[in-house]
């Protein structure tokens, strides 16, 4: 556990340093993900919602798979990360191609991304 904490430190000084979030303890949910991170326009996984996996370097030209007339870009609000047993995290950023500030998500449900500054702000996912 103690090495888990110092791992955690770590990450979360080198994500600081590079100008990024390291998202925080996921929250308990009810909705469930099948692909390796599933992503919500409103908080609390509700409105319309993506499978994803692997990389998005361009959510601008992205919809909803739920709601095709929706764009993915700047209107994320929740994410679940369904990869458990996975080091590798979901990184977000506000900018195409992996520009801008980033957050770190690992394995787990994140229902209100404005608790860490991300509420529709993501532009493109990397996992």
């Known amino acids: 556990m103690r090495n888990a904490r110092v791992l955690m430190a770590l990450a979360s000084s080198a994500a600081m340093a590079m100008g990024g979030l390291l998202a925080s303890a996921p929250t308990a949910s ?12 409103h908080t609390s996984f509700a409105g319309a919602h993506s499978t994803l996996w692997g990389h998005v370097e361009d959510l601008s030209g992205h919809s909803y798979e739920n709601q095709p007339l929706i764009s993915m870009n700047d209107s994320i609000s929740s994410i679940i990360v369904s990869v458990s ?6 990184r977000a950023y ?6 801008g500030k980033v ?3 690992y394995a787990g ?3 209100n991304l404005s608790l860490m500054g991300m509420n529709d702000q993501i532009s493109s996912m990397y996992w």
């Not at 506000?94 to 520009?99: D, L």
Request: aromatic content about 20%; overall charge neutral; some cysteine.
């Open 30 to 41: 009810a909705a469930s993900c099948s692909g390796a991170y599933c992503v919500y326009q």
């Open 85 to 90: 047993g996975s080091d590798i995290p979901v």
């Open 94 to 99: 506000t900018g195409k191609y992996q520009g």
């Open 103 to 105: 957050a770190w998500f």
């Open 109 to 111: 449900s994140y229902s």
